[in-house]
T-cell receptor, first 108, second 115 residues
Framework: KNEVEQSPQNLTAQEGEFITINCSYS?????LHWLQQHPGGGIVSLFM???GKKKHGRLIATINIQEKHSSLHITASHPRDSAVYIC??????????FGAGTRLTVKP | EAGVAQSPRYKIIEKRQSVAFWCNPI?????LYWYQQILGQGPKLLIQ????????DSQLPKDRFSAERLKGVDSTLKIQPAKLEDSAVYLC?????????????FGPGTRLTVL
């Protein structure tokens, strides 16, 4: 079983829809990153959180440490949000592990 | 500030050939990472440097992969000889410190195709 599981693997939405991407992990963690990877490989760190919730513009990330689960939400989705979103928890040794990613396509 | 630079962006080679990738991290960043990302998977850490010393190379296939960061700035990753399963995007990232909670800044990656 993978240490980090993301769902769904692929997601297609219409512009304006509310998007949720889920991440479950099996190890104890100190923090968790959400990363965005655009076609061509560039990766950008969106959030790093260790508890509760963080909001940046239309993006919201939540984490429940007890349930070992994190979600990334996108409100009022836009075609430019189309990318792969990767969940990357840090284990207690501060080693980063990566989920396989969720490929999001937002259609106009 | 300038981001992490990588070259080449694309490389196609035949199996058993050798290949080298170059990475220039963000100025002042002490920690440099090389990741391998196979299509459809998340990145996998190959090696982590703190300045010019190796912090973690536990997942580096040392029989064919090597990496160095001699002056604690630029780094090269080499594959010799390449295998078909080495086809992937090789990502370089850097961060200011060693702590895992420091933000990692990723380069655009080098897409390697082994025929």
């Amino acid at each position: 079983k993978n240490e980090v599981e993301q769902s769904p693997q692929n997601l297609t939405a219409q512009e304006g829809e509310f998007i949720t991407i889920n991440c479950s992990y099996s190890v104890g963690i100190s923090a968790l990153h959400w990363l965005q990877q655009h076609p061509g490989g560039g990766i950008v760190s969106l959030f790093m959180l260790s508890s509760g919730k963080k909001k940046h513009g239309r993006l919201i990330a939540t984490i429940n440490i007890q349930e070992k689960h994190s979600s990334l939400h996108i409100t009022a989705s836009h075609p430019r949000d189309s990318a792969v979103y990767i969940c990357a928890p840090l284990n207690n040794n501060n080693d980063m592990r990566f989920g396989a990613g969720t490929r999001l396509t937002v259609k106009p | 500030e300038a981001g992490v630079a990588q070259s080449p962006r694309y490389k196609i080679i035949e199996k058993r050939q050798s290949v080298a990738f170059w990475c220039n991290p963000i100025s002042g960043h002490a920690t440099l990472y090389w990741y391998q990302q196979i299509l459809g998977q998340g990145p996998k850490l190959l090696i982590q440097f703190q300045n010019n010393g190796v912090v973690d190379d536990s997942q580096l296939p040392k029989d064919r992969f090597s990496a160095e960061r001699l002056k604690g700035v630029d780094s090269t990753l080499k594959i010799q000889p390449a295998k078909l399963e080495d086809s992937a995007v090789y990502l370089c990232a850097s961060s200011l410190g060693l702590r895992g909670t420091d933000t990692q800044y990723f380069g655009p990656g080098t897409r390697l195709t082994v025929l």
